[in-house]
């Protein structure tokens, strides 16, 4: 395929990297496979429920990876015969017409990636603060985060090393790599992601422990660190937090 004419349509291979989804992993594969996407691929990290089974009988291909996200979409990727690698995560939603997103826009000139703007599937105002501020952030920084939907072209994702083995922070890492080779574009379309993570730790919690590991990160503290503060498997981890009373009332 000449991938040097901008009007050359690439194959699209979508990844969900994936453990214990099998509430929303069909629903998942349905939905790209119907934006006509080349092909789906479920990274399975160890599934304990049916996410494989309901994965394989959906259409998608499987196959099996040591969990941790980063390693999943790396071995995902390395599954994929699509010319541009599409990360989704499975509670995140894409317009059936991604594709012509896509397209438009890896066939700009020193664009070398791209994501979706951020949309929460929840109608309080608290997420459209949010919402504002990671759009800002992914337009004008070029700093979109993994919950939009990262693609690249395959040949790109190999010439920056693919995502690094990492416990946490692996988007924010990829995408700096990214910055680094050229232009990452927002796309005027919405990737709609579920607010489960909000809706279960509470609004600020979330936002807050989000945040402090992504300056965590940014003073160079090892991931797997950061890893321990999120999940509160050190003592005085993020996740040990107390949620405001607010959120206690609102559960």
Not at 50 to 75: D, E, F, Y
Not at 81 to 110: C, E, K, M, N
Not at 158 to 174: H, K, P, S, T
Not at 193 to 221: E, F, K, P
Request: charged share 25%; hydrophobic share 40%; glycine share 8%.
């Amino acid at each position: 395929m000449d991938h040097d004419n901008p009007m050359t349509k690439r194959l699209i291979s979508a990844i969900i990297p994936a453990r214990n989804e099998e509430k929303l992993i069909g629903q998942s594969v349905d939905r790209l496979r119907r934006s006509l996407v080349h092909e789906v691929i479920v990274a399975d990290g160890g599934s304990s429920d049916l996410t494989v089974s309901t994965a394989r009988a959906h259409g998608a291909k499987v196959v099996h990876s040591p969990s941790g996200r980063g390693i999943q979409m790396n071995c995902g990727a390395q599954a994929a015969a699509g010319d541009v690698l599409l990360f989704v995560h499975a509670d995140t939603a894409l317009p059936q017409d991604l594709d012509h997103y896509i397209q438009s826009a890896l066939a700009q000139r020193h664009t070398v990636a791209g994501a979706f703007r951020l949309r929460i599937d929840d109608g309080r105002r608290a997420f459209r603060v949010i919402e504002r501020y990671a759009n800002w952030r992914s337009r004008w920084r070029q700093m979109p985060y993994g919950d939009q939907a990262i693609f690249l072209s395959s040949d790109m994702f190999i010439d920056i090393g693919r995502y690094r083995d990492m416990a946490a922070m692996e988007d924010l890492d990829l995408v700096r790599r990214l910055r680094r080779a050229g232009r990452i574009a927002t796309v005027a379309a919405d990737a709609m992601t579920s607010a489960r993570r909000w809706q279960r730790d509470g609004i600020w919690r979330t936002t807050m422990i989000n945040q402090v590991c992504i300056l965590g990160y940014r003073l160079g503290i090892c991931p797997t660190r950061i890893a321990a503060w999120r999940n509160g498997s050190v003592p005085g981890g993020l996740a040990h937090i107390p949620p405001p009373p607010e959120a206690i009332a609102g559960r």
